[in-house]
């Protein structure tokens, strides 16, 4: 059984192979006007995008099949999420919504004081800060670890 999806799963790596390649060769010969390479660019973009979308949803549905498997894992990624969410809440509240200026000092279209998109914007490199920090802490505490081991 093992032997038969190896060889299921490399034909269809071939065939996705064959056809990325063939849309990368259509697109290396277009005579570079402008409408040419729009036509060649157009399907390698859609293809690309649906490779993506079933990587995602692969990914997505082998984690769920690991984690109802798995319940332990499952109580560590809910608590792990709620972390996440609680820190998340945190950098909402630390975030700022002022208004977004050009380099005259102009406000920027949509970058109005208490714009939703100010606040989430201030929000999400708070977010981005604190996990950086934290991870870096975290970095720190195994280097410390490694280096007392030794």
Known sequence: MNSKLSKILTIIVAVISVLGI???VNVS???GSPESVSSAVG?????SLYLFY???IITIGLSIRGLVKNPENLKKTLL?????V???IVSY???DSEPVLNAQGKVLEGGELGAASNQWVGSLIWYSTILVLIG???FVIDLAKGLIKS
């Open 22 to 24: 063939a849309l990368f």
């Open 29 to 31: 010969f277009t005579d």
């Open 43 to 47: 399907p390698l973009i859609a293809f």
């Open 54 to 56: 079933a990587a995602v």
């Open 80 to 84: 792990g999420l709620g972390v996440m």
């Open 86 to 88: 609680v820190l998340l």
């Open 93 to 95: 509240l630390l975030g």
């Open 136 to 138: 870096g802490i975290f």
